[in-house]
Antibody
């Protein structure tokens, strides 16, 4: 059974940093691109970032470019999102998702990040 | 940047057919996926590649893609189908979601 379990969400002050993790199991992690998607409270889904199966290619939404870094450790079957210079508008539930061809077929349970003083 | 437009809300009576649209430029040339999200839960894919249904998704869910508009159709809508629905495409190697449609079954 495919499972994606996020962790690391917390309350952080503006300008602070946080690292999210997503532990994957039930599939061959190293063969799949992975993504982060976020959802501000009461709002819709917003794409954040994606990373190639071997970690050699990444892309980011303009809103997080230069502040967030996606990475992965295929030996640990874990996806990461390092978030720096956090802003109030980064407050959201963050989901990791598995990418299969042109769709996102499995999603984690979500992890809340709150940026507030 | 590419934009997908969905109606904010759609209402349907139980047992009737619900249609949720998603529009965007040249959408017919892109593969569209649809996701269902119930309150407090993670999104679940219900349609991929315009018309395909993942295993475990009821047959009452179907998708179509024509021109600049795609449609998610739920036949014989049930109360448990009440949720937010999002369409999704790729544009320049980035993922784009529609704004979401709240389906109310009443």
């Amino acid at each position: 059974e495919v499972q994606l379990v996020e962790s690391g969400g917390n309350l952080v002050q503006p300008g602070g940093s946080l690292r999210l993790s997503c532990a994957a199991s039930g599939f061959t992690f190293s063969t799949h691109w992975m993504q982060w998607v976020r959802q501000p409270p009461g709002k819709g889904l917003v794409w954040v970032s994606r990373i190639k199966s071997d970690g050699s290619s990444t892309s980011y939404a303009d809103s997080v470019k230069g502040r967030f870094t996606i990475s992965r450790d295929n030996a640990k079957n874990t996806l990461y999102l390092q978030m720096n210079s956090l802003r109030a508008e980064d407050t959201a539930v963050y989901y990791c998702a598995r990418e299969s061809s042109s769709w996102l077929d499995y999603w984690g349970q979500g992890n809340l990040v709150t940026v507030s003083s | 940047s590419y934009e997908l437009t969905q109606p904010p809300s759609v209402s349907v009576s139980p047992g009737q057919t619900a249609s949720i649209t998603c529009s965007g430029d040249n959408l017919g040339y892109k593969y569209v996926s649809w996701y269902q999200q119930k309150p407090g839960q993670s999104p679940v894919m219900v349609i991929y590649q315009d018309t395909k249904r993942p295993s475990g998704i009821p047959e009452r869910f179907s998708g179509s893609n024509s021109g600049n508009t795609v449609t998610l159709t739920i036949s014989g809508t049930q109360a448990l189908d009440e949720a937010d629905y999002y369409c999704q495409v790729w544009d320049n190697s980035t993922v784009v979601f529609g704004g979401g449609t709240k389906l109310t079954v009443l």
